[in-house]
């Protein structure tokens, strides 16, 4: 079946750099796709979505950039901080389902 | 914001007894709740769909008869996990979908289950 996966399972990076998270998806359907940071033991928090008609969308310090020719997403977050060391998920909302699929994850680690 | 709790947080329980978990929406009325299972260190896994008032709608896989849900108010949501199993040990996360907004950050998810059984 079609899913949403990420090249990178965990990814340092240095305190005040700023980080890239990556993400392949295969459902050309989908209507959003969204970015969730998932901290150890909790749920996941809604960071950012970005409709299947744009290219990008920036938010407080995270950018989501969209390239639907070759299926790829990405969020990056500028300023990296410790707080921001958490497992971060793509996710994709089907309208017509009206359910949101996850992806794999990647565990961000900021280094002080 | 929009609150989701989840009660408890955390159950250990023995194998073949049952475990009841909820999920509220504290401030909104949720047309839809979900409920997602995650093992360690993968990724979370859809259960299965609950409108209010109406049968839950399961993804392909998860057994219905095991994992009862009952959606009985526009703020909350119970799973049951029936005659539990070790490897029913996981995480469980509800999410809620807010009546009144758009499509994608309308869903606010619970702060999860921790299920052990032993």
């Known amino acids: 079946g079609e899913s949403v996966g990420l090249h990178l399972p965990t990814l340092s990076v240095q305190e005040g750099d700023n980080s890239i998270i990556n993400c392949a998806y295969s459902n050309s359907a989908s209507d959003y796709f969204i970015w969730y940071k998932q901290e150890s033991g909790k749920g996941p928090q809604f960071i950012i979505d970005i409709r299947s008609n744009m290219d990008k969308r920036q938010g407080q310090r995270v950018t989501v950039l969209l390239n639907k020719t070759v299926k790829h997403l990405s969020l990056q977050i500028a300023a990296t901080q410790p707080g921001d060391s958490a497992v971060y998920f793509c996710a994709e909302f089907h309208g017509g389902y009206q359910k949101v699929t996850f992806g794999t994850g990647t565990k961000l680690q900021v280094i002080p | 914001g929009a609150v989701v709790s989840q009660h408890p947080s955390r159950v250990i329980c023995k194998s073949g007894t049952s475990v009841k978990i909820e999920c509220r929406s504290l401030?909104?009325?949720?047309?839809?709740m979900f409920w997602y299972r995650q093992f360690p260190k993968q990724s979370l896994m859809l259960m299965a769909t609950?409108?209010?008032?109406?049968?839950?709608?399961?993804e392909q896989g998860v057994e219905k008869d095991k994992f009862l849900i009952n959606h009985a108010s526009l703020t909350l949501s119970t799973l049951t996990v029936t005659s539990a199993h070790p490897e029913d040990s996981s995480f469980y996360i509800c999410?809620?979908?807010?009546?009144?907004?758009?499509?994608?950050?309308?869903?606010?998810f619970g702060p999860g289950t921790r299920l052990t059984v032993l």
């Open positions: 401030d909104f009325q949720a047309t839809t």
């Open positions: 999410s809620a979908r807010r009546r009144d907004r758009g499509p994608t950050d309308t869903q606010y």
């Open positions: 609950s409108n209010e008032g109406s049968k839950a709608t399961y």
